[in-house]
T-cell receptor, first 114, second 109 residues
């Protein structure tokens, strides 16, 4: 069964550094998402992306965050200047269509900001 | 965001049925009800979704109340591999599926 893959599985970075988290969605999917989960807390929506533009974003997704689909297969989340509070699991997801399509999640990238 | 209410935790014996309840206080007429689960150290995993009628798939069954203000996820025979946090939600579009705190299901021998 096709799956969403995320790299790296664990990223350690220093405060103020830029990080790029990478995701390869399921190949025929059209909608892409990023979520995050701070340790011990709930899974939070960050952003959705379709047709090369952001469809919706949460208040967490401020100017420090950006997303891109640089080629036909990758979907990336960039954090320009990381803060300690950005430490979390970041999950990428994709779906075939918006309405009622299940989201398929990757197993996440654990970001640790020191 | 979808506002749902679930018990914090539930326990079940292996091979017994489990009924996980959810209240959907802010559901609107066109929202679908979704259930996901999160196994330890993994991303959320789709379980089932439905609109008005009860739904069955290979993983579970979904019972939806007539007024749609509540739903119940039914695992017919719980196994140790079903131990996870189960999340219910409702949304008109999957562009903003949101998760609450979920129900942590423990399955014991």
């Amino acid at each position: 069964e096709p799956e969403v893959t995320q790299t790296p599985s664990h990223q350690v970075t220093q405060m103020g550094q830029e990080v790029i988290l990478r995701c390869v969605p399921i190949s025929n999917h059209l909608y892409f998402y990023w979520y995050r989960q701070i340790l011990g807390q709930k899974v939070e929506f960050l952003v959705s992306f379709y047709n090369n533009e952001i469809s919706e974003k949460s208040e967490i997704f401020d100017d420090q965050f950006s997303v891109e689909r640089p080629d036909g297969s990758n979907f990336t989340l960039k954090i320009r200047s990381t803060k300690l509070e950005d430490s979390a699991m970041y999950f990428c997801a994709s779906s075939g269509s918006v309405y009622n399509s299940p989201l398929h999640f990757g197993n996440g990238t654990r970001l640790t900001v020191t | 965001d979808a506002k749902t209410t679930q018990p914090n935790s539930m326990e079940s014996n292996e091979e017994e049925p489990v009924h996980l309840p959810c209240n959907h206080s802010t559901i609107s007429g066109t929202d679908y009800i979704h259930w996901y689960r999160q196994l330890p150290s993994q991303g959320p995993e789709y379980v089932i979704h439905g609109l008005t009628s009860n739904v069955n798939n290979r993983m579970a069954s979904l019972a939806i109340a007539e007024d749609r203000k509540s739903s119940t996820l039914i695992l017919h025979r719980a196994t140790l591999r079903d131990a996870a946090v189960y999340y219910c939600s409702h949304t008109g579009t999957a562009s903003k599926l949101t998760f609450g705190t979920g129900t942590r299901l423990q399955v014991t021998l």
